[in-house]
């Protein structure tokens, strides 16, 4: 609708001088402070809530993780433990194995030569081998070596081989190598062999010289079974839903550590969740903002809508919120009573469904984060997809309501669809709950659909009164004929009654016929000439047996009163709380046109001269929207077409576009938007209504003779 209203003085200066109404500056201030109230509604059910916990005193509270997430403290611990665990990896070298062996066998090649060539000194032969061979021995292995007969010494270098191959093949380390020697004379005192001492001590003593370091440590190895190893730890999880501390339990180090690493001591502030909050509440208005601008034109103009609209959702996810209070972890299930229907519903009803079905998914959203607490998820979309299989199917059931009651059968059917994803969710996951959680779950999603219509009745007059709107159950109200200016029409000014009504349907089909209102047209016309009834005598449908009272008064006075109707009828409808669109009606459906049989008997009295059309024109305003603008033209069209003698379908057709012709000239429509293609639309839709009502009749007979005395026989 199309309404010139001055401007709040002082909104102009900040707001532009278009006024509030459709002002940018309102319109992004509206959501801003949207996108605030959602904020401070949402954020305590995405930040996790922090408790005043010391180390070493009993918790003061139950804790639980909120979230799923990497004890890295552990894990590091874990893979550390496994790392130590990891022997050293050595290498053995059989290359120094096989040369010592060789020495060995070297060494007694010398010594048998040495022997054949009866060489006995001692000290001769002492510098001779270690000259050769670079080894030291005792002075008593010299002098047993050279007491050996040559027969022996093969024994004897096989014995020493043996021992010395064997203990090299099991790998001498260098912290080994003093331990491997010690072994020796064990080993050898446990073998199988025909040694006497002499032989035995020199075995022993060359044995323990032939041994060195063989196996060495390989760094390069023993880092990659380390890394081996730790790449195998996986990393142990703070699961959520774990309980880090229970109520009354003395706080450990490893808990303190825990509740930090998760952020829920109150000295922990972590402001990436606020940034995460504002970009997702930014996200959703942000795809809303664009709905409204490139769907929703009329309502995207009109700030009192937008206004409308995020106070019904805010009222419906204060709703939401206070439920949640009762939500814990027996009864988690109380979310399925989240009155989302409230919000589905008194958008329906007071702009439109479209705009409905997109709230009802947004507050879905909102309804599955507020929701999440007990199940520690961010979002719980079971939650929310059982209040959008609601607030949908309770959007659609109110669509095209004629009547209140219409309000409680939404509800009704909105609670029995909300059963079938309750049934669903549960039946996919049939361990997660118990026979009575079911009942529990159903019972809460039907009571939340019949909770949200009952809110629906009682909010929605309150709606209608601060915003000034009319809803369709509204209008159905005042179309009443019990209504008490509906009675006060009929009881003192039949006449005004009777053509009230047939403008009302002339109104409807016409505003139907071009997108508009049809059941604002058809009440408006109802209240239209309410006024009527302060003097319903003057005006001619109430007039009987012919008597114009207007024959003894002046033209002058005669306009007077007739124009005053307009002014006294929205009086009326203001003493009735009657919405302002019916009052705008009332007095725009004559506009400014002329009185012209007043105005033409007046100068047929009076000089020309003296004479102003401007005197007997109605004060409007001239029509401020197409409701208005048909109730006038129908109004009109009524009368004059009463006038005729013979109401034929030409005749009607010809005066319908005269009537409309003559208010275009006349300048009546210049504030209404509306369109040449949409007049000729009205008037068509006029005729074909007007042929319905004026249609031909048949002339029945007079009864015959034969047939009265039949009668009377």
């Keep these: ?14 707001f532009g001088s278009e006024g509030w109404k459709s002002s940018l500056r309102i319109k992004l201030f509206i959501y801003a402070i949207f996108a605030i109230a959602l904020y401070l509604l949402l954020i305590n059910h995405i930040l996790p809530k922090q408790y005043e916990i010391r180390l070493g005193k009993p918790s003061p509270a139950t804790v639980v993780s909120p979230v799923t997430k990497v004890d890295t403290y552990a894990t590091n611990q874990a893979k550390r433990e496994a790392a130590e665990s990891v022997e050293p990896v050595y290498i053995k070298n059989d290359r120094l194995t096989i040369e010592q062996i060789g020495k060995i066998d070297s060494i007694f090649v010398t010594v048998k030569d040495w022997l054949e060539k009866d060489r006995r000194d001692a000290k001769q032969f002492k510098a001779a081998f270690e000259a050769t061979f670079s080894q030291t021995f005792s002075d008593s292995f010299y002098q047993r070596l050279l007491k050996i007969s040559p027969d022996r010494l093969q024994v004897i270098r096989l014995t020493t081989r043996q021992l010395v191959s064997d203990i090299l093949q099991q790998g ?54 380390k890394q081996a190893v730790q790449d195998a730890i996986k990393p142990i999880p703070i699961n959520k839903g774990q309980i880090i501390v229970a109520y009354g339990e003395v706080v450990t180090d490893d808990q303190y550590r825990k509740l930090q690493e998760l952020g829920l001591l109150k000295k922990e502030s972590n402001i990436l969740p606020h940034m995460g909050m504002l970009l997702f509440i930014v996200t959703i208005i942000g795809i809303l903002y664009y709905y409204i601008y490139r769907f929703e034109p ?35 299930m109380i979310g399925y009573l989240a009155p989302i229907g409230l919000g589905s519903m008194l958008v329906t009803l007071l702009l439109n469904i479209r705009l409905s079905l997109v709230s009802t998914v947004i507050l879905a959203i909102f309804c599955s984060v507020i929701f999440n607490g007990e199940n520690h998820m961010l979002f719980d979309f079971r939650l929310g997809f059982v209040s959008l299989v609601s607030g949908v199917t309770a959007a659609y059931a109110l669509a095209n309501a004629r ?32 026979l009575r959680e079911w009942l ?23 709606f209608e009164t601060l915003f000034g ?3 369709p159950l509204r209008l159905l109200e005042l179309a009443n004929p019990n209504h008490p200016l509906m009675r006060k029409l009929l009881v003192e000014s039949p006449g005004t009654y009777h053509h009230s009504i047939i403008v009302g349907n002339l109104s409807e089909a016409a505003a139907e016929a071009i997108g508009a209102d049809g059941l604002l047209a058809r009440v408006g016309a109802y209240y239209h000439d309410v006024g009527k009834t302060k003097r319903p005598q003057f005006f001619i449908e109430n007039q009987l047996y012919g008597n114009n009272p207007h024959d003894r008064i002046s033209p ?9 109707h307009t002014r006294d009828g929205v009086e009326l409808l203001k003493a009735h709380n009657i919405p302002k669109p019916i009052q705008d009606i009332a007095a725009q459906h004559h506009g400014t046109t002329l009185l012209k049989y007043f105005y033409v008997k007046a100068r047929e009295k009076l000089d020309h001269e ?74 068509k839709s006029v005729c074909e209504t007007l042929q319905g009502i004026f249609h031909s009749r048949i002339e029945y007979p007079d009864e015959p003779v034969n047939l009265k005395g039949a009668k009377k026989a």
Excluded at 1 to 14: A, D, L, N, Q, T
Excluded at 556 to 564: E, G
Excluded at 634 to 641: F, I, L, N
């Design 469 to 471: 709107i009319l809803s």
């Design 403 to 434: 009547k209140r009651s219409a309000i409680l059968r939404a509800g009704l059917i909105s609670s029995v669809a909300a059963v079938v994803p309750v049934l669903a969710l549960n039946l996919m996951v049939p361990t997660e709950a118990t």
């Design 172 to 225: 001498v380390r260098k912290d080994q190598l003093s331990e491997k020697q010690e072994d020796v004379d064990e080993k050898l005192y446990l073998s199988v062999n025909a040694l006497n001492s002499n032989e035995q001590a020199l075995v022993s003593e060359l044995a323990k010289k032939s041994l060195i370091v063989n196996e060495f440590y390989d760094e390069k190895q023993t880092e990659q079974q």
């Design 440 to 462: 529990q779950s159903v019972g809460f999603a039907m009571l939340g659909a019949i909770f949200s219509a009952v809110l629906t009745i009682g909010f929605l007059p309150y």
């Design 1 to 14: 609708m199309k309404e010139k209203k001055e401007p709040i003085p002082g909104f102009s200066r900040w």
């Design 556 to 564: 002058n006075l005669s306009k007077s009163i007739v124009i005053s």
């Design 298 to 332: 009329k309502i995207h103009q009109d700030n009192m809508n937008l206004l409308l609209l995020f106070m019904v959702m805010l009222l419906t996810l204060l709703g939401m919120k206070v439920i949640s209070y009762g939500q814990n972890l027996e009864w988690y």
């Design 610 to 683: 003296q004479v102003r059309s401007e005197d007997y024109r109605y004060p409007g305003p001239k029509a401020q929207f197409k409701e208005a603008a048909i109730v006038g033209i129908c109004d009109c069209v009524e009368a004059a077409v009463r006038s005729l003698s013979r109401p034929t379908p030409s005749r009607i057709e010809n005066m319908v576009k005269k009537i409309i012709q003559d208010r275009l000239e006349d300048g009546q429509f210049d504030e209404c938007d509306i369109t040449l293609k949409e007049l000729k639309l009205i008037g």
